[in-house]
Structure formats: structure tokens, C-alpha cells
């Protein structure tokens, strides 16, 4: 569904890099590939390593996918710990903060409970 929207892999055309999400109380993982604008995205393995990592509790990425808070803002928190180079980070937040936007909107017209 992300390929499908021209905005979002114009925004990530000429990058190629990896996000591992994490939902760190219930040992659930999701990487994110960017690979010049095309976006995948696929269960973790222990393990695994990625360019940047994100983790949280699940409460918090539920906040986030109700759109109650930003990814962002949480990091700056401590709410949600990052690694990786926050300098290159910086770099991508736009387009970061942009995908953000329309995973939301797809989450949004699921129906989920959570």
C-alpha cells in the first residue's frame, strides 16, 4: 500500500535504509526497508539488526497509531528509545514523519482494537 502513493516514494527516492520497530514488552519486531523508494516491511528476527531502532511498550505505539502523539516528540520524551546516528536520522525525519502520516491513515480504516 505505501509503494502505491507517489508522494511517499518520491519522498524516499535515492535512500536505502533499514528502521527496526520494536514493541519491547511483548517481544514483537518489524523491519522497515527503504531501498531508493521502494518500501517493504517484515517481522523481525531476534537479532536482527537495522540502521536505526525504535522501541517502545505497546501502549505507546498504540498511542501513536490513534494519532494521540508523535514518534518524534516521544523520542525527545524518553518514551521511546532510539539508536542509531541521530545526525543521518535528521536527515530522513521528513520523509520518517511523512510515512508516519500515512501508516496512520492506513491503521485508521482498518477497524483495529487496541
Do not use: H
Request: charged share 30%.
Amino acid at each position: 500500500m505505501l509503494n502505491s502513493d507517489k508522494d511517499l516514494t518520491n519522498a524516499f527516492n535515492g535512500i536505502n535504509t533499514t528502521i527496526l520497530v520494536e514493541c519491547s514488552d511483548r517481544s514483537s519486531a518489524y523491519v522497515i526497508g527503504v531501498s531508493d523508494g521502494k518500501i517493504t516491511s517484515k517481522e523481525a528476527v531476534p537479532g536482527e539488526k537495522a540502521e536505526f531502532r525504535f522501541s517502545a511498550p505497546y501502549e505507546e505505539w498504540a498511542r501513536i497509531l490513534k494519532d494521540e502523539s508523535k514518534i518524534q516528540g516521544e523520542v525527545v520524551r524518553g518514551r521511546i528509545k532510539f539508536k542509531g546516528s541521530m545526525p543521518k536520522m535528521l536527515l530522513y525525519l521528513s520523509r520518517v514523519v511523512k510515512m508516519e502520516g500515512k501508516i496512520i491513515q492506513m491503521v485508521k480504516g482498518m477497524d483495529l482494537k487496541y
